[in-house]
């Protein structure tokens, strides 16, 4: 070897069947999401380093690729680095174009983002994310969509999903009533272990976490929350009664909760919910896949101030990010891909000479302006590289084309599945192809 | 302003408009890609510096654009750029997968580059390429597909073009017979001037490139070449008879413009086609728009060795890559972008109070169930700015929730091109959206 050919640690090719399975995947997305009147955009793949600096903490910022002109100086261009999610590139772009943008603005975007993180099983240096938000408007009907977009993305992928919806202002009150307003994110890393160590442990995590007894009193009835989302909803309401920001966040997930009640999705109330804290100031969404254990599959929630570091302050959006990789594991463990999916070749016509390759050609000019996906075999080769190049292929039939068929104007058509064959017209084998097609 | 945003220079944002053209011209693409076989691949954006480095040539080599990974120290990682083309990554990915893949392998890829060019219009830093090759057979088949491909694709994009072909071989036996192997490139470059300079002026500029009276005097019959292809190939050949890789030429020539006779693409034999000359060695294409002078719109080629820079010697293939910019252009300057393309929501239902808002929730329900792609707007707003938002995204028609008719169970269908109105109950709404869903 001149060169042993490799990648980048953390990268990776994807090939025709991985790439028809995230085709598939992006395709049904995509067409939940224009149902809803979200339209897409895309933004480079390099951002000026001022843009992305500072706004993912200082792990973050080390995280980050540069990048760099081979021929330039230094000096002479500003710093770039690789888009590290699709948030904050969106910010900037609302920003920037805000005068040519009507809100309230849908937009959802599908893009590779790269992070130098320590690669290792299932996290990637460069990997899609796919998001897709609601900007400039506090309506709680944009709630609404995303959770009917979920429950629809999920019907069509055939993936059974429960919704675990939170509130970051019904934390924020219960932190306020039970005084201790700055251990929001220790009050749900302790409720979150209450199935795994018990409420004894938990009561003694909370208090190696700082909190006072009275605290730990005051929170006794959150920790013992129980029964359907409305009881639940009830006992918090009593809770939180005289804390401002607690009720306004019991009365949105309210709202919600009744603007959802026709969906068939299951959702949960759940209090452990608190991804992204500082980001979040109402709704906080997690989608979990129920059968298979391998975490949340798409997530997000409402922001308040996405823009304001680029100087656009009080621009409130909602908004949930589907997780690509995951979705494809689960969608591969349940075996859930459909064979169409692949929008494969649909025959192949053998070649075992220039005259039948000739004659083969013909027919698949005839056939592909009926709409039939349709391989010629580009040169004579031996029966069995042929046939071997179809099954690698997953190609359903196999047109055998000699000296016989060419005569009788048929062609010797086999199915590769059951091995049958038997010889057809052209008229025969395109009615045998379309309805393959639609099937 | 906190910190005015921008983007680096020479890289684009796409809005909502942008990318569904892009999405059009992509999926109309990709959708005969099917038809013929080929599959997708992606590689990653960020490739081994060794895999990229000397590929390109000295000034390509500067145009790379290196990554740093800002946490790690230089010598932890080995040095990655950016992908610079498609082809690379491509003869890469076959070595790397060689064992995975079925030859002959019909990929294609649709992916950005980066180059650190000089920025300029219509230069751009970041850009897609399309690749569609066939690697692992010399059957002139592949020619044959890669031609009725572009038919395809720009008799469905409505798109007048011509398809110009030549062959390296033919070059190369021209330059033979006239004792200037050498000289190609110059003998290509003054045959093109032709038209613009006249044939004396073009003999000097030879004799200045250094050619020979002897080898300029052979050159004449090439020179005054014209007629049909055929009459132009009997030349050709007939001035080649005595050259081996010339008359090789000329019978690759024959067999791929008489497997293509039933095209109904106007093609042509290009003598001044010498795209990458070193590169390909048989046929070279260039396509060209007959309506806009942009220049080539789509060009490739026959490259006998892709993989032999990454040790794997004697893979033939055939690509050719549709240029999405400038296709872009075309059909904006030509006006051919279907008003369908753009995927948008058909109905926008406005909201004046929270019982009208509930109201349109049910009936966008409904719709979008019939595959209607529906918008509520999400909060009580003035009608002039609800109608605003119609107006911007296009949305043909809008439907008015007031007390009335509600209590009628209707909606008042306004159809925003007319202007016209008039009450509609639901099962006459979803009529007329789902015509005009088909229509």
Redesign the interface.
């Given at each position: 070897?001149?060169?042993?050919?490799?990648?980048?640690?953390g990268?990776?090719?994807?090939?025709?069947i991985e790439?028809?399975r995230r085709?598939y995947i992006f395709s049904t997305i995509r067409s939940v999401f224009?149902?809803?009147?979200f339209?897409?955009?895309?933004?480079?793949?390099?951002?000026?380093m001022?843009?992305l600096m500072g706004k993912y903490g200082e792990e973050g910022?080390?995280?980050?690729?540069?990048?760099?002109?081979?021929?330039?100086k230094a000096s002479e261009?500003?710093e770039?680095?690789?888009r590290y999610d699709l948030t904050v590139p969106f910010a900037?772009?609302i920003?920037?174009?805000r005068e040519?943008i009507?809100f309230?603005f849908?937009?959802y975007q599908i893009q590779?983002v790269?992070r130098?993180d320590r690669p290792q099983k299932g996290r990637y240096r460069?990997f899609y994310q796919c998001d897709v938000d609601?900007i400039g408007?506090?309506?709680l009907?944009?709630e609404?969509?995303l959770i009917?977009i979920v429950e629809?993305v999920y019907r069509r992928l055939g993936i059974r999903v429960c919704l675990h919806i939170n509130n970051r202002k019904i934390l924020a009150g219960i932190a306020e009533v039970i005084g201790a307003p700055d251990k929001i994110t220790d009050i749900t890393v302790a409720i979150d272990k209450l199935d795994k160590i018990g409420l004894e442990k938990v009561n003694d995590e909370l208090r190696e976490r700082g909190l006072s007894e009275e605290a730990i009193d005051k929170l006794q009835p959150i920790l013992a929350l129980e029964g359907s989302n409305a009881e639940k909803l009830e006992t918090i309401a009593r809770i939180l009664a005289a804390n401002e920001v607690g009720t306004k966040g019991v009365e949105e997930m309210r709202t919600i909760l009744d603007?959802a009640k026709?969906q068939t999705l299951p959702i949960e109330l759940d209090l452990t919910l608190a991804r992204g804290l500082n980001y979040y100031t109402g709704a906080i969404f997690e989608v979990k896949a129920l059968d298979v254990q391998i975490g949340s599959i798409t997530g997000g929630g409402r922001y308040d101030n996405l823009t304001?570091?680029?100087?656009?302050p009080d621009v409130s959006g909602v908004g949930i990010s589907f997780g690509a990789d995951r979705i494809y594991d689960v969608l591969a463990e349940l075996e859930l891909y459909p064979e169409s999916m692949l929008?494969?070749?649909q025959i192949?016509f053998t070649a075992f000479g220039d005259a039948e390759?000739?004659y083969a050609?013909v027919w698949a000019?005839a056939l592909?302006a009926q709409?039939?996906?349709?391989?010629?075999y580009?040169?004579a080769a031996k029966m069995k590289k042929q046939m071997?190049?179809a099954d690698?292929?997953h190609i359903p039939y196999v047109a055998i084309v000699g000296g016989n068929e060419m005569e009788a104007n048929t062609v010797m058509l086999k199915e590769m599945n059951s091995g049958e064959q038997r010889q057809v017209t052209l008229d025969t084998l395109c009615k045998i192809l379309q309805n393959n097609l639609i099937g």
């Open positions: 070897m001149a060169q042993k050919p490799n990648i980048p640690k990268t990776r090719d994807f090939g025709p790439m028809a085709n224009a149902q809803y009147g339209q897409q955009i895309e933004t480079p793949a390099m951002e000026l001022t843009t910022d080390k995280l980050l690729f540069r990048i760099q002109n081979s021929g330039e261009a500003p770039k680095g690789l900037r772009y920003v920037q174009h040519e009507s309230p849908k937009r590779p790269w130098a460069e609601v408007t506090n309506s009907v944009s609404l969509e009917q629809e603007l026709d304001g570091i680029f100087g656009l929008n494969g070749t192949l390759l000739r050609l000019k592909r709409g039939v996906r349709v391989e010629v580009p040169e071997g190049y690698a292929k």
